[in-house]
């Protein structure tokens, strides 16, 4: 069977969603295939949306239209804003969600949205007609110099220097996609958002399974269907903690944390119309000057997590299980999230520390299911459950499933331009957890990102390139595509050295581009969304970029905001939560 479509997108996760929404409110024609229609926009891990710096890059989607706000307020089960103690550049909203619904909701924004179609299917073979020494002409400018070495120990595919000089050299041209059951994709873009799903390999101790998340499968072959024709991949690795039944756990000897009380929430949109379905900000429920938690779609019903800590005997039992460890004994080679480390990594690296703050969280408003946030581990079974139980208020804790940790494929993102389209295959795209970062927050915005400029490369019009000076997006990307990775890649406020300025630029977004036109799907609308992108700032200009060996980055060139600055106090005591639309 043969399917046409303006673009592909090959995974259903938060960069593959992103995508495919944005892909088509462009007005491309757009299939999203993915493995498995009920674990759309699945959260892997922990079920929460935002925190530091991730927060951030969450309002900028919504601030140009794309969905990860509007799916997280639908669904939210308790929103705090964290850093409040202190500056407002560094305050991070972030919500606990309702995993299910989470999937649910996103399910609905997919299904209603015009241009978008979905196949599930398993992608195998990217297909690549070669494009015999043509230097297609690209539109950045920037002079980047890397080394093209990742210092990492996994199985990197290629050894040498790579000197990018601005001039993008493909070899190859996309036409499509090929499934495992045969049916053959044909589009002018693909968009590859596969997650930690190219050749995944989980371990629990000494066992390993393939997979590309708990119960589902790896995805094989892909990863070399696209290295063949030069793409460098290598190997990161991940992990997950334990998930335990609430009915075993004793609340009293644990310390409650509830959500905040006032009426937070990331999307300037929420309750407009609950979805994409309309644009605009007529309706939108404003108590004085700030947004009512009423005007929530979800509105579900606010829960608590709770604190907790390990102690000596916690560690003694874990550190019995080191031997069997496959972060210890070789078993896994490449590295993993810094930020997020494994409970046997911190006894490792902090063996005076007698006690780790861990916290458990919901999983959902009608689930029993509750997450150890700070506990993942990829010990044995066996080892993970005795320690557990020896945490005051979860001696007799039930578990339903231990952690586990993934080692999966990524792509070297310095092969990728600003745009996200690769250097070496025309009209190939790459978002999300396959260009080395973690997160879905990070993945969201790297969706968006490759799903407008595909949608805008089908249209033959000039690409969309955010800068470090004006988002979190921005920041992320520039430092993806001219750094490199050596480690899992995530977010924080510190990599943005324009940080009170990119907070700023949203809010001008915010108030003088409404209704946003990427959000809307009628018919008309199509037009729009690219005279809205064209109207941001900096748009007409070229990349900026940092040149990896001086880590210095070129003062920016501004046009219509001006030079960095420090807000004044009035700018800093309207802080986004309370901004409102009507103002
Ligand atoms: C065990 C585990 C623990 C994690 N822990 C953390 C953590 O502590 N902190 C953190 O920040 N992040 C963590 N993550 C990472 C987080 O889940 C990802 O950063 C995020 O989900 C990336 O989003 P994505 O859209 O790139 O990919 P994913 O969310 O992984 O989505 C990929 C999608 O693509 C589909 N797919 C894959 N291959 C194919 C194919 N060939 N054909 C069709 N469909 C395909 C899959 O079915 C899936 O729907 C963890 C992930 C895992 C698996």
């Known amino acids: 069977m043969i399917l046409n479509y303006d673009v592909v997108v090959v995974g259903g996760g938060h960069a593959g969603c992103e995508a495919a929404c944005a892909s088509a409110n462009m007005g491309a024609k757009t299939l999203l295939v993915t493995m498995d229609m009920n674990k759309i926009a699945q959260m892997s891990c922990n079920p929460a949306v ?12 919504d601030a140009l239209g794309g969905q990860m706000g509007r799916v ?36 609905r ?40 070495q990742m210092q990492h120990t996994g199985q990197m595919q290629h050894t040498g220097q790579t000197q990018h000089t601005g001039q993008t050299q493909h070899t190859g041209r996309v036409t499509g996609v090929r499934t495992i059951w045969g049916a053959e994709v044909h589009a002018r873009c693909v968009i590859i958002t596969a997650g930690t799903f190219l050749n995944g390999l989980m371990h629990i101790g000494r066992k390993m399974v393939k997979g590309g998340r708990i119960a589902e499968p790896a995805a094989e072959h892909l990863t070399e269907s696209i290295t063949r024709h030069g793409i460098r991949s290598a190997r990161m690795k991940t992990g997950t903690p334990v998930r335990i039944d609430k009915r075993s756990i004793d609340f009293t000897k644990l310390r409650r944390q509830d959500g905040e009380q006032r009426p937070y929430r990331f999307s300037y949109f929420t309750g407009v119309s609950g979805n994409s379905g309309t644009s605009g900000l007529s309706g939108v429920s404003g108590v004085s000057g700030t947004y009512r938690v009423s005007g929530l779609s979800g509105n579900l019903p606010q829960l608590p997590c709770w604190e907790c800590y390990t102690n000596p005997k916690v560690h003694e039992t874990l ?90 494929d990524f792509f070297d993102p310095t092969q990728l331009k600003h745009t ?6 025309d009209g190939l795209f790459m978002a999300g957890q396959v260009n080395g970062t973690t997160g879905y927050e990070e993945a969201a915005g790297q969706g968006l990102v490759a799903g407008v400029n595909a949608a805008l490369k089908c249209d033959g019009t000039k690409e969309f390139v955010m800068h470090r000076d004006e988002s979190y997006i921005g920041v992320l990307i520039d430092d993806l595509v001219t750094k490199g990775v050596d480690e899992p890649y995530r977010m924080f406020t510190s990599r943005a050295e324009y940080r009170i300025l990119d907070r ?30 064209q109207e941001l700032p900096h748009q007409s200009e070229g990349n900026q970029s940092c040149d990896r060996t001086t880590r210095h980055y070129p003062t920016p060139v501004r046009r219509k905001v001006g030079r960095p600055h420090s807000p004044s106090t009035t700018e800093l005591s309207e802080p986004f939560e309370h901004y409102s639309p009507t103002s």
């Open 50 to 61: 935002g925190g530091i710096a991730k927060g951030q890059i969450v309002r900028e989607i």
């Open 72 to 107: 997280t307020d639908a669904t939210a089960i308790q929103f705090r804003m964290l850093n409040v103690g202190k500056g407002p550049a560094v305050w991070s909203p972030r919500a606990q969600c309702d995993r299910g619904k989470f999937i649910w909701e996103w399910r």
């Open 109 to 148: 924004v997919l299904d209603e949205t015009e241009n978008l179609d979905i196949w599930q299917d398993q992608v195998e073979e990217l297909l690549v007609e070669p494009v015999e020494n043509v230097a297609l002409a690209t539109q950045h400018t920037g002079q980047t110099q890397h080394t093209g």
């Open 319 to 408: 550190r019995s299980g080191l031997s069997d460890s496959p972060l210890y004994n070789g078993q896994i080679q490449s590295i993993g999230p810094r930020y997020c480390p494994s409970i046997e990594t911190k006894l490792v690296t902090f063996p005076d520390r007698e006690q780790h703050l861990l916290f458990l969280e919901p999983e959902g408003s009608n689930t029993n299911e509750m997450y150890l946030n700070g506990f993942s581990s990829s010990l044995p079974m066996d080892v993970q459950i005795a320690a557990l139980q020896q945490i005051p208020g979860l001696e007799n804790a039930k578990v339903y499933r231990p952690g586990y940790a993934i080692e999966y």
């Open 420 to 425: 996200l389209e690769s250097k070496i295959i």
């Open 504 to 533: 700023t630029l949203i809010q001008n977004w915010i108030s003088k581009k409404r209704p946003l036109r990427l959000v809307a799907t009628e018919k008309t609308g199509h037009r729009r969304n690219r005279d809205f992108l």
